[in-house]
C-alpha cells in the first residue's frame, strides 16, 4: 500500500507543534507526515522522542527534510561543513523520532562539469554515511530529484549515487523531474517510464520509494513555484495513482502544494479508488 501525508503540519492542524501534526494526519487518515527543517533543526531530544510514541500510536511513519542551505558540491571547506552538519543533525534527529528517512537537495553544478559535481557530492556522502555508521544512526538519507538545471541532483545522478552508497536512495519529485525537463510527464506511461528505471537500476526500491508531488509552474531554468491540484496539470496526478495502483508499488507519497493535507487527501482517494477498481476486475 501507499503512504500519503503533507510535507509539514497538516493546514486543518488546529495546534502548531510536530506532535499535533501527526495526531492531525491519523485523524484526517493520512498516514504519512514530512517534518520539515528546512530553515534549520530545532527539535530537541525530550520532544523527538514523544513524536516517535505519538507516531507509533497512531501508525503514522515520519520523514524530514533537511535544511535548504546543504550544498555537497562546493569547493567551499566551511560550506562543506556547514552541509555535513546539517545532513547529519537532520538524520540524528529524525532518527530519533522515528523518521526512516532524511531528504536533502544535493547541490549546485556552479562552474563544474557534471562529473566533477557528481564526484565531489560522493565524496562527502561517504563521509556522511560513516559518520552515521560510527553513531549507530540508522537512517536512510533521501538524495531529492532537483528542479532547476542549474542544480545537481537529476534523477540520473541521483540512482547512480544511490548505488554507490549504502544508505543513500533517491526521492522522486515528480514536479521536478517535469520542471528541469528530466522528463515531461504527460501521461501513465511517462510514470510507468520512471517506475521501470528506478525497478531496472534499484530493484526492490519500488517497493520502499519515498516521493514528492505537486503540480509546477516553471520556465526555460526549470521550478518556479508549486501550484495546488488542478491547477495546470503538470504533472497530472491521476495518472501516477493508476501506475502505482496496477504495479503494486508500496511507498510514501509526500505532498508538497501549497494545499498540503488536502490535496494529500486528494491523492489518496484517488488512489484507493484505483485499488477498488482493480479488486472488482
Do not use: W
Amino acid at each position: 500500500m501507499i503512504r500519503f501525508g503533507p510535507a509539514g503540519i497538516p493546514i486543518q492542524c488546529a495546534g502548531s507543534g510536530t506532535i499535533d501534526g501527526v495526531k492531525c494526519c491519523a485523524s484526517l487518515g493520512l498516514m504519512a507526515m514530512e517534518m520539515e527543517f528546512v530553515q534549520g533543526v530545532r527539535m530537541k531530544d525530550d520532544s523527538a522522542r514523544e513524536i516517535c510514541k505519538a507516531a507509533k500510536d497512531s501508525s503514522v511513519s515520519l520523514s524530514s527534510h533537511a535544511p535548504y542551505f546543504v550544498n555537497l558540491c562546493t569547493s567551499d571547506p566551511v560550506k562543506i561543513a556547514n552541509s555535513k552538519r546539517h545532513i547529519l543533525e537532520s538524520s540524528r534527529v529524525t532518527a530519533l523520532a522515528g523518521g526512516g528517512i532524511t531528504v536533502f537537495h544535493p547541490g549546485f553544478y556552479q562552474k563544474l562539469a557534471p562529473a566533477e559535481a557528481f564526484a565531489k557530492a560522493l565524496s562527502v556522502l561517504k563521509e556522511i554515511e560513516s559518520e552515521l555508521k560510527a553513531r549507530n544512526i540508522k537512517i536512510r538519507l533521501g538524495a531529492e530529484t532537483v528542479g532547476k538545471k542549474s542544480a545537481f541532483g537529476g534523477l540520473e545522478e541521483n540512482i547512480r549515487l544511490s548505488q554507490e552508497l549504502d544508505m543513500v536512495e533517491p526521492v522522486i519529485d515528480f514536479a521536478h523531474l517535469h520542471a528541469r525537463n528530466d522528463f515531461r510527464i504527460r501521461s501513465q506511461a511517462d510514470y510507468q517510464a520512471i517506475f521501470d528505471k528506478l525497478e531496472s537500476a534499484l530493484g526492490s526500491y519500488v517497493n520502499r520509494f519515498h516521493c514528492h508531488f505537486s503540480e509546477i509552474n516553471y520556465s526555460d531554468k526549470g521550478e518556479l513555484n508549486h501550484y495546488p491540484l488542478g491547477t495546470n496539470n503538470e504533472p497530472p496526478f491521476r495518472p501516477l495513482m493508476k501506475t502505482l495502483a496496477e504495479n503494486g508499488y508500496s511507498g510514501t507519497v509526500i505532498c508538497e502544494t501549497p494545499m498540503l493535507d488536502m490535496d494529500a487527501t486528494v491523492m489518496m482517494k484517488e488512489y484507493l479508488a484505483e485499488m477498488q477498481k482493480r479488486k472488482a476486475e
